[in-house]
């Protein structure tokens, strides 16, 4: 199968995001003698314009970054912990056993814009104004709605107008629900943007302290004044079927900031490859490269039963770890350097068998007992409408039974002078909290995956991070800019990253060839979101996965799932070409609206 359109080339940069506006937004950045961290944030603020149900101003972002000259990588942590006030007997007292996927009761302290500005200001070269003028741009002026954002709208539209006023003034602004294609604006958004610029502009005409003075404005300004108020203004309708108020508050988002720190990384060949801490599920791709590195996958063949087996065996065992040892570490011990080590990579790649695995077998690094809390019931009766079966699925997507699901964004940028990045935007989208009327955006609900248990690395604590799913990964081969790349798709973006990066260095494909091979992953760990769920065995894979393969898979006992071409994830990758020449990115055409620029 050739690839749908060449890897793309350039002397000035190249970007691939999900969504073309926010990567037409970053090459403008380029070509205006911005870095790739610039880029990346005026990419950053776009999506949360122009892709409202994967992400928002009230969310979350991980970020990685590699500065030309450096043969380091650094994470940016957006992600924010959850109120001093939630707790296990928090909880207990309004008699849930889990936090629910939908409403104010998940809600944490929004991440993403202090995230964002972390990068800027540390790593970037332009000013707040030049970031924002293509976000306040599309909010204010419209811009092409999205199908998938229109039906959203479309099947909420009940909820909106009956129980969260405050979405039906963002999302129904002119009464019926929006039709795709049409020009969609958000008014309310581009004023909370412009006047955080004016903020800035106001406090001073130095670059730092304009962001340092926007960053203010969110998290002990105005924005943290109209979230506190709409928070104390009562109660809203979630995935219980009751209504019920927030625990954040205003004290919550003033004493939480971004951090930056080195990212954890492993070597694979002359590569090395770098992604955020246990506090997300990143490390779960250097365990599984540390667990591959065993066997010979070219010989295997790309897109082989043997190949598909052993890459999704492998998988289990990481994701497995993942269940048992990631969370927060400013909570915990987690053995990372354990779990990455080589010895107990032998070993874990031991039980790698010729018939799938159908139990979850996490390890025991430095001998420690592995505990993986059951999966909670569920507190709420079955929906009664299509509304509530929407509130309580936790995942950002409106649900089909018939297509595979897709969720989040992904920004990626490479510049000429070496840089890159890699972000994954997501969280404070439309479906699963009321948005806030006078500032245009809803808060997150990253908190719907932490357990409601004691003594697990995840369980739920006052001021804890809960683990996130975003995971973008940097590489650098001996030492030299390499990759940057990012997928939606929540618990499986490990999965299908992995496979990208088996593609273009191990089978030799390019990275526009190396997107578009046939997709697969296995379900058979409990999903972060609500309500969890999990199929033991089953291994989903599209329909282009050659007859013969899928006959032997089942042979060696794992449940195919065959799902429509093209509709696994949406990487998007940027990096430099292996002489350092040309800045490259590529895009998946899956889900049609990830797009690489480059120039």
């Given amino acids: 199968m050739l690839p749908s359109k060449p890897e793309l080339h350039g002397s000035v940069g190249a970007v691939a995001s999900t969504h073309w506006l926010a990567s037409s937004a970053a090459m403008r950045i380029l070509t205006n003698g911005g870095n790739a961290f610039d880029a990346a944030v005026a990419a950053g603020f776009v999506l949360q314009v122009v892709e409202p149900h994967f992400n928002g101003p009230g969310g979350d972002v991980s970020i990685v970054v590699n500065r030309a000259g450096h043969d380091d990588v650094q994470e940016i942590c957006g992600q924010g912990p959850m109120p001093r006030a939630a707790s296990i007997e928090a909880f207990s007292r309004l008699g849930l056993n889990s936090i629910p996927g939908?409403?104010?009761?998940?809600?944490?302290?929004?991440?993403?814009?202090?995230?964002?500005?972390?990068?800027?200001?540390?790593?970037?070269?332009?000013?707040?104004?030049d970031v924002l003028e293509s976000a306040i741009g599309y909010a204010e002026k419209g811009f092409p709605l999205l199908p998938e954002t229109a039906l959203a709208i479309s099947t909420l539209a009940p909820l909106f107008r009956d129980e969260w006023p405050g979405s039906g003034q963002t999302y129904l602004t002119c009464g019926p629900a929006p039709a795709a294609g049409s020009r969609f604006r958000n008014p309310t958004l581009a004023q909370t943007y412009q006047r955080l610029l004016k903020t800035a502009e106001s406090a001073s005409s130095d670059r730092e302290a304009q962001i340092e003075a926007a960053r203010h404005a969110y998290y002990r300004g105005f924005v943290a004044q109209e979230i506190s108020d709409f928070l104390a203004s009562g109660p809203m309708l979630d995935a219980t079927g009751r209504r019920n108020a927030g625990m954040l508050t205003g004290e919550d988002l003033a004493r939480w900031e971004p951090t930056v720190a080195t990212a954890p990384s492993r070597a694979y060949g002359p590569y090395r490859v770098f992604k955020p801490g246990p506090w997300s599920q990143g490390p779960v791709f250097l365990q599984q490269l540390a667990l591959l590195e065993g066997f010979d996958l070219p010989a295997m063949g790309q897109g082989s039963a043997d190949y598909m087996h052993t890459v999704v065996e492998c998988t289990k065992l990481a994701m497995?770890?993942?269940?048992?040892?990631?969370?927060?570490?400013?909570?915990?011990?987690?053995?990372?350097?354990?779990?990455l080590g080589e010895d107990y990579a032998r070993q874990r790649r031991a039980l790698v068998g010729d018939s799938a695995a159908p139990d979850l077998r996490p390890g025991s690094p430095d001998g420690r007992t592995p505990f993986i809390p059951p999966v909670p019931t569920p507190d709420e009766t079955e929906p009664d409408s299509e509304v509530m079966s929407q509130l309580r699925n936790g995942l950002p997507t409106i649900l089909k039974a018939t297509t595979a699901k897709a969720d989040t964004c992904t920004v990626t940028v490479a510049d000429r002078h070496g840089n890159m990045v890699a972000a994954t935007p997501s969280g404070g989208w439309m479906k699963s909290s009321p948005a806030i009327g006078s500032l245009g955006f809803p808060l997150g609900t990253r908190g719907q995956s932490m357990y409601l248990v004691d003594g697990h690395p995840n369980s739920l604590e006052p001021g804890k991070r809960p683990r996130t799913t975003l995971s973008p990964t940097i590489v650098l081969?001996?030492?030299?800019?390499?990759?940057?790349?990012?997928?939606?798709?929540?618990?499986?973006?490990?999965?299908?990253?992995?496979?990208?990066?088996?593609?273009?260095?191990?089978?030799?494909?390019?990275?526009?060839?190396?997107?578009?091979?046939?997709?697969?992953?296995?379900?058979?760990?409990?999903?972060?979101?609500?309500?969890?769920?999990?199929r033991p065995g089953v291994l989903v894979a599209e329909e282009t996965c050659e007859p013969e393969t899928v006959e032997e898979l089942r042979r060696r006992g794992h449940e195919v799932e065959l799902v429509p071409a093209y509709s696994l994830g949406r990487i998007c990758t940027a990096g430099l070409t292996p002489d350092g020449e040309f800045a490259r990115a590529a895009a998946s055409p899956r889900g049609r609206h990830a797009y690489a620029a480059s120039a």
Avoid: K
Wanted: glycine letters at 12%; one cysteine or more; charged letters at 20%.
């Fill in 320 to 339: 497995s770890d993942r269940e048992a040892w990631y969370g927060d570490p400013d909570f915990g011990d987690v053995p990372l350097e354990a779990l």
């Fill in 477 to 534: 081969r001996d030492g030299r800019p390499f990759l940057a790349f990012g997928t939606p798709g929540g618990d499986r973006q490990d999965q299908w990253t992995l496979q990208f990066f088996l593609n273009a260095v191990e089978f030799g494909l390019d990275l526009q060839h190396s997107t578009e091979t046939t997709a697969f992953h296995t379900d058979q760990v409990p999903a972060s979101f609500t309500p969890h769920a999990f």
């Fill in 102 to 129: 939908s409403g104010l009761l998940p809600a944490c302290v929004p991440g993403a814009f202090g995230g964002w500005m972390r990068l800027l200001s540390e790593f970037g070269t332009m000013r707040l104004a």
